[in-house]
């Protein structure tokens, strides 16, 4: 009798599709559409930022100095550049404000000389400030090694991506060129657990 049963069931299995409440989300999709992971790059990299000088015209908006975006080759681009490489600019600190705690790495190991709109990797090949990623990897390969295995960096989007694309934030989303060390947070009181009475019971 016992045997029957079990035939029965095995049957039973094997045959029938799930009921429609049993379901448990759409179907797999197929292994061959693999959605595409991008990596976020900020805008404006490698833009200065400043303030105009105040008394110009147009220098404030509604009483706040007005922000302009300046691209490096204003400065930097042929016949300034040479007057600026030449060193008949006075002010040898004129990136005053850019402070750089980054081991102790000078301006021009991350920075083109030639081309101050483009970084520099150490084998003299120029790349776009967007490319940024690439220069960093060149002296961080265990943390972009790690970044590549989605060990460090963090993600968003989908897991399988068979469902759906990923997006993967960039090093400089997190780490700022310049001071890249990874700011403290500050420390918040610990889980309340009232079971195991980390934090006392106050009413
Ligand atoms: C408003 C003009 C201006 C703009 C815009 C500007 N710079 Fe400069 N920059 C200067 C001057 C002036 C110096 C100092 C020149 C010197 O050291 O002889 C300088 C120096 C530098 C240096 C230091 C060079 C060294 O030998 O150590 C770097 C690196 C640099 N600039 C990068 C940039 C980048 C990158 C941008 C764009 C994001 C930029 N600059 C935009 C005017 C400018
Ligand atoms: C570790 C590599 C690295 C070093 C060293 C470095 N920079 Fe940069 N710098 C970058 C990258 C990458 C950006 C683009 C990121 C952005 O614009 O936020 C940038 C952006 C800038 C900008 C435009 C944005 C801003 O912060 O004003 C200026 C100006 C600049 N650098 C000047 C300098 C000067 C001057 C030095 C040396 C005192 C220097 N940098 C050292 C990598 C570096
Ligand atoms: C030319 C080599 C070089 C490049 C390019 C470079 N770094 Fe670094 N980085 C260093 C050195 C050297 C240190 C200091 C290591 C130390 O002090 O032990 C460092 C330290 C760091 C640290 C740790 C800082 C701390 O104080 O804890 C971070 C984070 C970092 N870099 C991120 C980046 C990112 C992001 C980029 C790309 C924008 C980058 N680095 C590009 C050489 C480089
Ligand atoms: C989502 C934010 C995020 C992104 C994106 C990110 N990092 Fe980090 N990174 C961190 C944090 C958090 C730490 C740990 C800081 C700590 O322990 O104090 C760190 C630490 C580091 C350190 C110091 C390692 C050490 O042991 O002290 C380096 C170097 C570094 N990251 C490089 C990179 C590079 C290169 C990239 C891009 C490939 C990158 N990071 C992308 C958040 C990020």
């Known amino acids: 009798m016992s045997l029957l049963f079990g035939v029965t069931v095995a049957v039973a299995c094997a045959g029938e599709p799930l009921p429609e409440d049993r379901a448990f989300g759409p179907e797999r999709p197929s292994a061959d559409v ?6 976020h790059t900020p805008e404006g990299l490698g833009r200065l930022r400043a303030t105009l000088p105040a008394g110009l015209p147009g220098a404030t908006v509604n009483g706040e100095p007005k922000e ?3 691209p490096c080759l204003t400065c930097h681009g042929n016949a300034a550049s040479i007057a600026i490489r030449a060193g008949t600019t006075p002010d040898k600190r004129f990136h005053a404000n850019v402070e750089v705690v980054h081991g102790n790495l000078p301006c021009l ?3 083109a000389d030639r081309e101050r709109d483009r970084l520099h ?7 776009a400030f967007d490319d940024v990623m690439t220069l960093c990897a060149q002296c961080h390969g265990p943390q972009f090694r790690d970044y590549q295995h989605g060990a460090h960096g963090g993600m968003n ?5 068979r469902r759906g694309a990923r997006t993967r934030n960039n090093c400089v989303d997190c780490h700022q060129p310049h001071a890249p060390a990874y700011r403290a ?7 309340r657990d009232r079971y195991l009475g980390t934090t006392p019971e106050t009413h």
């Open 34 to 39: 693999n959605h595409p992971t991008s990596i």
């Open 185 to 191: 947070v500050v420390p918040a009181f610990p889980p």
């Open 121 to 127: 990797l150490a084998n003299g090949d120029t790349l």
């Open 157 to 161: 989007g989908y897991w399988d991506r």
């Open 68 to 70: 302009v975006v300046v």
């Open 109 to 111: 190991s991350c920075h």
